[in-house]
């Protein structure tokens, strides 16, 4: 499996959005230690608070890659970003994309890389030669995170599920299955770009057999209740063998996303259905928890939506961002 050296140099190019930089953001929040700096095209550009640099400062403080860090609705490269991007590859950086539109769909940046013996990394299609799933059993143990709905916070609970279970001194790795989780991790598989019958056999390469006490946390995708992309949970289920699965739910959300005429379903059918699609590869699966995000209501109201939810299912419920995720690390531990 390719890996993408660090550290970084965050391109956020001349975005205006904040939401447009949460790649960027994410990597930051995450890895922070693995951030040079960030470049700008534009001085009123939306910023990480990171130091401004230059490609020839950024390669002289040891930046290995440079990560285009922002999206936008098309995919598609700026042809005005071309200028910097050339200008890493000559300096000898790397370069990581998560658009759509491929790096190495540009022939003179490929030749140009080639050229300076550096690597273009479009994240969207790195992916290695991969066999259909098995379900063959294998060791190690692993989580999976998986949601209501999505957009709810499975990328988010994992990388918060990996630095509480490391405090508590347990053997613990996020395995990344999105775009800006493999730049967060430097390594791991965009599922929305892999082909069905392969969905569940890249997960199996994703997180192989390992020592008994090291666990994989898998970053989930989508819902088994989204009708767009419940084939990519399903496959992710089949493929992580899970031994615990986290359910993550934004409280009070109305519908499914983008999807206003299909209802939420209820907690206890999201564990229901969720649990009995990870026994066919993983019998004596177990749910160790609930990561909400409550950001819609008051510090009282979410506490007391926990609690209820803690009472009816026995395992622990928080909110990552507003109280943390130690307890549900330290149940993991106790029961896992």
């Not at 970053?219 to 031994?243: D, K, T």
Request: aromatic share 4%.
């Amino acid at each position: 499996m390719q890996h993408i050296p660090m550290p970084y140099l965050l391109f956020l190019g001349d975005v205006m959005d904040p939401l447009a930089a949460k790649t960027a953001r994410g990597i930051h929040v995450w890895r922070p230690d693995s951030c040079v700096g960030q470049i700008r095209l534009a001085a009123d550009s939306v910023s990480l608070g990171l130091e401004d640099m230059d490609i020839a400062t950024a390669k002289a403080r040891g930046a290995k890659t440079m990560v285009l860090g922002t999206a936008n609705s098309g995919g598609k490269l700026p042809t005005h970003w071309l200028d910097s991007i050339k200008t890493a590859i000559v300096a000898g950086m790397n370069v990581a994309n998560g658009l759509h539109q491929g790096l190495n769909d540009i022939p003179e940046l490929v030749e140009l890389a080639n050229t300076h013996q550096v690597a273009l990394f479009d994240v969207r299609h790195m992916r290695p030669a991969l066999d259909t799933g098995t379900g063959i059993k294998r060791s190690g143990k692993r989580l999976l995170t998986v949601g209501t709905d999505c957009s709810v916070g499975k990328m988010y609970t994992s990388l918060a599920l990996e630095a509480a279970m490391q405090e508590l001194d347990i053997n613990a790795e996020f395995r990344a299955t999105g775009q800006t989780g493999v730049l967060v991790a430097g390594a791991g598989i965009a599922i929305d770009a892999v082909i069905a019958d392969f969905i569940s056999g890249a997960v199996e390469a994703l997180s192989p057999a390992n020592d008994e006490h090291h666990w994989d946390i898998i970053e989930g995708q989508g819902s088994l209740y989204h009708p767009s992309f419940a084939g990519v949970s399903m496959g992710l289920i089949h493929g992580a063998q899970a031994h615990l699965l986290v359910m993550c739910h934004e409280l009070g959300r109305p519908h499914m996303r983008h999807l206003p005429h299909q209802p939420m379903p209820t907690l206890r059918q999201c564990v229901d259905t969720n649990l009995a699609a990870a026994r066919l590869t993983s019998p004596n699966v177990k749910l160790a928890g609930f990561s909400l995000n409550t950001s819609g209501v008051s510090e009282e109201e979410a506490l007391t939506a926990l609690a209820a939810i803690t009472t009816e299912f026995g395992v622990p419920a928080t909110d990552p961002v507003r109280f943390g995720i130690k307890e549900m690390a330290q149940w993991i531990k106790d029961n896992g």
